[in-house]
């Protein structure tokens, strides 16, 4: 494959993870990434964090200065890609010639929800997705400012916390009960709540928005609540795949773009990894698309080596992380379907593992504030077997000594199967 080349449409974690992953896999063709951004590829999650309350002067890189240049890779930088051509094999870029692909991939990560309502088009009204998002955010958050958060979810709550911990007066907004409420549930979406109340931020449950108030400025937002001031409005109600290109090229759309697990799609020699990859998961039996910085950071890299010709397949569990004021999480797995949620530790006091099951199997777990059990939890979720819920429950018993027996007779029906876990897992890994 050395006299081919390679197109990356989105210099993203996931796009630069893949360019990577081509070269680590031993592709010597071409490689040309292209990102509309004119930073480097960086990563995403401090945007929301410390490079938004200014803790943090310089982004997080993918990859060191010059690695680019090194490894062979073309950066293209401030460029738009206006369209693919599959017959042509070739992408569009506006103001320069066609660019020819052999391989070509689409790492065009999301954009958020928008509101449309009457005076959503009012300056201060902002969304973060982008560094020049987070940057011209920051400069505004100060002493006193009256921030109204719009969505409690992740990035909601996020910014909310860092609003706050810049000083600013904020009020959350949220038409749910508590925050994160589908993905956490009620009781530990209430965790979320209390942490917020307690270091005042005036939380406006069961709230929806009606208008954004002003002249040519936001000064206030209408809600079912009543009327709130203003100083700016940060929206975060999620986010949606950017599948315009895939939808020129003439892919099959479903909840993002539908990939196998080496990441192709139906096109011909055109892959799809990141927020916009909807794909089938060898460990799940069914498609499911992740928006979280793990899966960009070891989906991309999966999919350059599978562009490089390597039998890949990713089945890497889905894994997230949020920081919010003292409290930091891990979660890994997929709890859609569990009927049952165990508590190990004390929820109240912020130190704690839930875990979600069905039928007695771990399906994910969360950990909060106790740290250096994510693999563990890990290997509950990969041994699909049924656990003593009430030693999970405890912490008075070793994790390990709950984990390590399933994993070891999961281990041994794997090595009766002809494949170990190991092996099996070999194509979507890679090195952190």
Request: proline share 4%.
């Amino acid at each position: 494959m050395s006299e081919e080349r390679i197109v990356i449409v989105g210099a993203s974690l996931a796009g630069a993870r893949a360019a990577e992953g081509a070269r680590d896999a031993g592709f010597e063709g071409e490689i040309l990434l292209i990102g509309e951004e004119p930073d480097d590829p960086y990563e995403r999650p401090p945007l929301s964090k410390d490079y938004l309350r200014g803790e943090k002067d310089q982004l997080t890189w993918v990859h060191d200065a010059g690695y680019y240049g090194e490894r062979g890779i073309d950066l293209r930088l401030s460029t738009f890609v206006s369209g693919i051509d599959p017959s042509s094999r070739t992408v569009q870029l506006d103001g320069a010639n066609p660019e020819p692909y052999d391989r070509l991939l689409l790492a065009t990560g999301c954009e958020p929800v928008s509101l449309d309502l009457p005076g959503s088009g009012l300056s201060g009204i902002h969304y973060l997705r982008s560094v020049a998002d987070s940057a011209a955010l920051r400069d505004q958050l100060g002493e006193g400012t009256r921030v109204v958060v719009v969505g409690a979810g992740w990035i909601g709550s996020e910014v909310a916390a860092s609003a706050r911990q810049k000083g600013c007066e904020v009020v959350l907004i949220e038409p749910r009960e508590v925050p994160l409420q589908t993905v956490l549930g009620t009781r530990l979406g209430g965790v979320y709540r209390d942490l917020h109340i307690e270091h005042g931020v005036d939380y406006k449950s069961g709230t929806k928005v009606e208008a954004f108030l002003g002249e040519d400025r936001v000064t206030s937002v209408g809600t079912t609540a009543g009327e709130i001031p203003a100083d700016l409005v940060v929206v975060g109600i999620g986010a949606t795949p950017r599948t315009g290109l895939a939808q020129l090229a003439g892919l099959e759309l479903n909840d993002g773009v539908p990939v196998d697990a080496g990441m192709r799609t139906e096109g011909e020699c055109i892959y799809a990894a990141g927020d916009i990859a909807n794909q089938y998961h060898p460990f799940y039996g069914e498609r499911i698309r992740v928006e979280h910085w793990a899966n960009a950071r070891r989906q991309g890299y999966a999919a350059g080596r599978s562009m490089a010709g390597e039998e890949t397949f990713y089945d890497d569990l889905p894994y997230f992380f949020s920081d919010q004021y003292d409290l930091g999480m891990e979660y890994i797995g997929h709890a859609e379907g569990s009927d049952e949620v165990v508590i190990r530790g004390d929820a109240e006091s912020r130190e704690f593992i839930a875990f979600w099951l069905r039928e007695g199997r771990v399906l994910a777990g969360m950990n909060v504030n106790v740290w250096d059990v994510n693999e563990r939890i890990g290997d509950l979720i990969r041994s699909k077997q049924a656990i003593d819920t009430a030693a999970l429950a405890d912490p008075e018993t070793d994790l390990a000594t709950i984990a390590d027996p399933v994993q070891a007779a999961a281990d041994e029906a794997d090595s009766r199967s002809g494949a170990s876990h190991s092996a099996g897992r070999a194509g979507g890994t890679s090195p952190e």
